[in-house]
């Protein structure tokens, strides 16, 4: 477990004060490269992944293309909650869009902590709360606003973000093609 990780729970749960040492053997630490994949579509998801460095992306391949559903930076967690916690195959993939140095937790290791640890359900509903509040606030977002508009804002609302995914990533995350991104981008600095 992290500095990082650690500092993450105790800023969700302020009365937190469970020693970092007894909780520590629960998680690993990788670093991963740039296009590393942690889990591919059909694989079973067994882990979930919290981000000290770096950007993971979740995404599916449709055609032949990707097709990004969600990010997850510094502080944030990301996995294929569907097929973590039915044990199915996967539906979607999960890879490093930077080098990247996350936290990972099986879900054996999830199970047994939050039994021994059941304070830690509650840093996890805050997670889980947070992201299901941002997904269904995007897929309303999305399917209400004009493209320009719906750039506009997740340039205005992640300015950190946006300078670091790849043009044709992004591209797919907001449903245009690399060449109206292009325009969207024009249009947006004149």
């Not at 105790?10 to 937190?16: A, E, N, T």
């Not at 997740?154 to 325009?183: H, K, N």
């Amino acid at each position: 477990m992290t500095d990082q990780l650690f500092l993450h729970i105790q800023q969700l749960l302020p009365d937190f004060t469970i020693p970092r040492e007894e909780m520590a053997h629960f998680f690993e630490t990788i670093s991963v490269e740039k296009d590393t994949v942690l889990l591919n579509e059909g694989d079973i998801n067994n882990t979930i992944y919290f981000v000290n460095s770096g950007i993971l992306y979740l995404f599916y391949e449709d055609k032949g293309k990707k097709e990004v559903i969600h990010f997850a930076l510094e502080n944030w967690w990301l996995t294929d909650y569907k097929t973590f916690c039915d044990g199915k195959p996967a539906v979607y993939a999960i890879a490093a869009m930077e080098d990247s140095k996350i936290t990972c937790i099986s879900r054996q290791n999830y199970e047994a902590m939050l039994l021994q640890y059941p304070l830690m359900a509650l840093y996890f509903n805050k997670i889980h709360e947070r992201a299901y509040g941002a997904a269904l606030y995007k897929q309303k977002t999305y399917a209400t606003t004009p493209k320009q508009d719906f750039y506009n804002y997740f340039r205005r609302t992640y300015p950190v973000l946006i300078q670091r995914i790849p043009d044709d990533i992004f591209a797919s995350y907001i449903g245009v093609s690399p060449e109206i991104l292009r325009q969207l981008q024009a249009d947006y600095l004149s």
